[in-house]
Nanobody, 128 residues
Framework: QVQLVDSGGGLVQAGGSLRLSCAAS????????MGWFRQAPGKEREFVAVISGRGDSTSYADSTEGRFTISRDNVENTVYLQMNSLKPEDTAVYYC?????????????????????WGQGTQVTVSS
């Protein structure tokens, strides 16, 4: 069982930046892909970005590509989401997630059903 702890959220003005972190514990970190999702009030949880277990492959939602960067440190067992040029519509609770079912960490799921462990979430609020 993978345990995940999200952090790094906060209040920022439009155009600003934030970096989210997700610390993992449990099975060897480099074996599983890690994703970021977000959920705004009254909306479904949506895909933001995903990175493979080795960190050599990534995928982004159209709404975040070019502004957000996902990365990971397999020594520190941490995944990051660098968010630049933030917009008010980026306001949401952000969750990291682990796909510990794929033993190779190479499948890049873009839906919540592809993940079996979740962090508690961190609030990001972007003011206009």
């Amino acid at each position: 069982q993978v345990q995940l702890v999200d952090s790094g959220g906060g209040l920022v003005q439009a155009g600003g930046s934030l970096r989210l972190s997700c610390a993992a514990s449990g099975p060897p970190f480099s074996r599983y892909a890690m994703g970021w999702f977000r959920q705004a009030p009254g909306k479904e949880r949506e895909f933001v970005a995903v990175i493979s277990g080795r960190g050599d492959s990534t995928s982004y939602a159209d709404s975040t590509e070019g502004r957000f960067t996902i990365s990971r440190d397999n020594v520190e067992n941490t995944v990051y989401l660098q968010m630049n040029s933030l917009k008010p519509e980026d306001t949401a609770v952000y969750y990291c997630a682990a796909d510990a079912l794929d033993p190779f960490g190479e499948v890049l799921h873009t839906t919540p059903s592809g993940y079996n462990s979740w962090g508690q979430g961190t609030q990001v609020t972007v003011s206009s």
